[in-house]
């Protein structure tokens, strides 16, 4: 019986790569000369810390890392921004998790629109962070593949472990 799988993963090789092309970039940019502007990646929180001297500077280091992940094809819907907070020198800085797996509140989402698509003999279940679907035939599963990339689901998807 054909199946797949559905997992929500980043690639941390290319997170650090983008950190580090962003850092670089701040570091040589006019517009970032003397406003201590950083950045810095906790993998073992999965977390990416930001920090400049105002509230706009700190956007602008957001859209580079922004464009960062873009040109590294990482999801953009793998970062969750934290709120502005105030920190110590009068700088401001952001906190950015990155968001890998699929949450038990996600994975019931996804199998209701799964079975909301009323094809016949699909079905879906969750395994840990992911979700196997299978089917009898080839080019339903193909079609659920479809439906999932065009629904919005505020989570990076990939489909794994194809098998017929």
């Keep these: 019986m054909p199946s797949f799988d ?37 993998e073992k929180e999965g977390e990416i810390e930001m920090r400049s001297v105002s509230a706009d500077r700190l956007n602008a280091l957001r859209r580079v890392l922004e464009e960062r992940f873009v040109k590294r094809k990482v999801s953009l ?11 110590a020198g009068g700088t401001v800085r952001q906190v950015s998790k990155l968001q890998a797996g699929i949450s038990a509140d996600k994975a019931r989402e996804i199998n209701k629109l799964i079975k909301g698509l009323g094809m016949k003999g699909i079905g879906s279940q969750t395994q840990g962070d992911q979700i196997r679907v299978s089917g009898k035939k080839r080019d339903d599963l193909q079609g659920v593949i479809a439906k999932l990339k065009e629904a919005d689901l505020d989570i990076p998807l990939q489909f794994t472990n194809f098998r017929d």
């Design 77 to 87: 819907k793998a970062l969750s921004h934290g709120k502005v907070e105030d920190a």
């Design 6 to 42: 559905v997992v929500s993963e980043v690639d941390m090789q290319e997170v650090r790569n983008a950190v580090d092309q962003t850092s670089r970039e701040i570091a040589n940019r006019f517009d970032f000369k003397n406003t201590s502007s950083s950045i810095e990646l906790k």
